[in-house]
């Protein structure tokens, strides 16, 4: 459903020059897939996922979302594949002035939708989510955990066939990331929704992800089934990743 | 004091109408015309939704340079502007021409400040989402910032009193023009002692108002309990102590 083919990212800033933040990515991500993408910061992970959503081109090599390239849609159409997108960013990132019904909605009021659609979706979202009772709280009033939950349920709205989500638990404590994670499985299984999920932990890829990546310096080093990476670790990094110890 | 109190009373409720006429209007008008030119500014810069950067360095330049212009030299400059206008460049109608112009550009950077203040995820999210332009702007920008925008507003609302007094020496009418024309042509302090406590009053009212409503439509920290929970829950605290 998603190819990456040998995406390459090229930041000009300025005095610093050129920073190559991505070479070479090739991936493929199938319908249906927990896909992890795991490496250490710095490592290129936002940067691939802001290239999945759109957010940034290409310096070269392509994006393929169902065999178009994502880079050359435009207007009504772009806005179109970024309605079968859902992204969860690690900040949340929901309105703070808005109540929690209010966000959820938020991307059915983008589009013109009829109110009493938004309000039976938003009501079944957070009943999906665990947030009925907190339908009109603003963010401010939420813990980490039903912030982002608030945050998946805001952009599973337009019914996404993919929910990017880039390290949606890292600020969050473990049994937190727990619930979080379980959240997403079963968003998975329920919805059929394919989910790419960026982290630096290992448990994050070990608890939920059928296929792992590992980045490092801008280029993929491995990718394969979760239990054949883990239990075959091919990269140094890799094993750093999982807690062995490596001779340098 | 008492008898002046008494005999200037009709003349400073006018002065304290016209000042407010012109605060008012002037207000309206340069955020009628300020707020667009900040939101301009917003999303033109680097890394805006709308990035545009020739268009938002000479924009930018041209807000400093009529920033930069003293007020009073403004005033006259547009001298010719006002009159085509309101068809005269006395009283309080012609103020307020100069007034807005002076503050327009002075919104601008403010508006730009409050918007700054919005985490920028929130603006990619939204963009993620599939909202345009004009829907970032009016659905995301704008509400995120309200709280902000309010402060903005009561800054903006006393710098035009102030300005408006100012402009009583050019014949604008409001308090400033009573205070200056008793106070310093006519030898009688008193006047215009009684409009300067006048003005702190209405400037007063204008913060303490603007700040009130402020708290109140910001959503960031409903957590933050009013001042009279507060205030009851620390002499709680107090007393517990004391016990002990
Ligand atoms: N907008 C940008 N401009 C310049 N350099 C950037 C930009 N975004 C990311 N980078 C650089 O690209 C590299 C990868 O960043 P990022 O994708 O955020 O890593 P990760 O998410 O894995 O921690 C880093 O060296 C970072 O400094
Ligand atoms: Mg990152």
Redesign the pocket.
């Known amino acids: 459903m998603i190819q990456i083919e040998k995406l390459t990212k090229v930041?000009n800033?300025g005095e610093?020059g050129e920073?190559v933040?991505l070479k070479d990515i090739d991936l493929h991500i199938n319908r249906g897939d927990i896909f992890g993408i795991i490496?250490?910061?710095?490592?290129?992970?936002?940067?691939?996922l802001?290239c999945l959503s759109m957010l940034e081109t290409p310096t070269s090599g392509t994006v393929l979302l169902d065999g178009e390239d994502t880079a050359t849609l435009k207007g009504r159409k772009l806005i179109e594949a970024r309605r079968n997108m859902g992204v969860v960013f690690q900040g949340y990132n929901l309105l703070m002035q808005k109540t929690v019904a209010q966000n959820v909605a938020f991307p059915l009021s983008l589009s013109k939708t009829p109110k009493a659609e938004i309000a039976a979706r938003t009501e079944e979202l957070l009943q999906l989510v665990g947030l009925a009772d907190k339908k009109d709280n603003y963010p401010s009033q939420l813990s980490g955990g039903q912030k982002q939950r608030v945050a998946i349920a805001r952009a599973l709205a337009t019914n996404p066939l993919v929910l990017l989500c880039?390290?949606p638990t890292s600020a969050l404590d473990s049994l937190t990331t727990k619930a979080v994670l379980q959240l997403l499985q079963d968003i998975n299984h329920k919805l059929n929704v394919t989910i790419i999920i960026?982290t630096?932990e290992m448990s994050v890829v070990k608890s939920i992800c059928n296929r792992v990546a590992v980045?490092d310096e801008?280029r993929i080093v491995e990718c394969g089934q979760t239990e054949t990476v883990f239990e075959n670790p091919a990269s140094d990094i890799t094993k750093l990743l999982l807690g062995y110890e490596v001779n340098e | 004091m008492q008898e002046t109190i008494i005999k200037f009373a009709p003349l400073l409720l006018e002065g304290c109408m016209d000042t407010l006429y012109m605060t008012v209007l002037s207000t309206f008008f340069a955020y009628l015309f300020g707020l667009p030119m900040g939101i301009a500014l917003f999303i033109t810069k680097q890394g805006g939704i709308a990035e545009n950067k020739p268009f938002n360095a000479i924009f930018g330049w041209v807000i400093n340079i009529l920033r930069s212009i003293p007020f009073i030299i403004l005033m006259i400059a547009l001298f010719p502007v006002t009159r085509l206008i309101v068809g005269t460049i006395i009283g309080k109608n012609a103020a307020v021409v100069a007034l807005s112009v002076a503050a327009a550009p002075f919104v601008a950077r403010m508006a730009e400040q409050s918007l700054e203040e919005i985490d920028s995820g929130v603006i990619e999210a939204a963009r993620c989402m599939g909202a345009t332009n004009f829907q970032i702007i009016v659905k995301v920008l704008l509400v995120e910032s309200i709280p902000s925008i309010i402060r903005g507003l009561s800054i903006t609302t006393i710098t035009l009193i102030g300005y408006g007094a100012m402009a009583g020496a050019l014949g604008a009418g409001g308090l400033g023009d009573i205070g200056i024309r008793y106070g310093y042509n006519r030898f009688q302090p008193n006047v215009m002692y009684l409009t300067v406590v006048l003005l702190i009053v209405i400037v007063c009212l204008i913060q303490w108002g603007f700040g009130l409503l402020a708290r109140k439509v910001d959503k960031r920290n409903t957590k933050v309990k009013s001042f009279g929970v507060n205030f009851i829950g620390g002499a709680k605290g107090v007393a517990r102590i004391y016990k002990k």
């Open positions: 930041f800033s610093a920073v933040a490496g250490m910061s710095g490592a290129g992970k936002s940067t691939l802001r880039d390290e960026i630096h980045i801008s």
